[in-house]
């Protein structure tokens, strides 16, 4: 059977990996060139933010697993997904090609983090 990560820095690691990269990414110029499939961008958005949104609630699990305060972890997560979405919107507002500050993606990226936490609390059992 396959197990998950115990030790809550390796899921901290994960996180910062994430962010770095997501980082990286928002700092490549853009394309003037709309996408070919209309809102894919809001579906990449989700997608991404779902897995930091499950590193960083992984995280927050591991550092209390027996006795996992769930509202605690999903607030956290939720708050923590929601300041960097914006962050990375307003990131991407310096960026040559990029919109930035668009609040339909900041919306996907919440959404998506929340979706990682809430995907986490349900397999959490076989990270025990």
Known sequence: MFRLPRHPAIWFAAF???FAALWFCSSLPGSAQPMSIPHLDKLL???Y??????????????LQPAQPAWARILGAAVLAMALIGW???WHQTFTPGRSG????DWLADLFGGTAGALVLKAIH???I
Request: some cysteine.
């Open 101 to 104: 500050a668009d609040p339909w």
């Open 87 to 89: 962050l990375d919107e």
């Open 45 to 47: 958005h989700f997608s």
């Open 125 to 127: 059992r076989r990270l």
């Open 49 to 62: 933010y779902l897995s930091g949104g499950l590193l960083f609630a992984g995280c927050h699990f591991r």
């Open 16 to 18: 910062l990996g994430w």
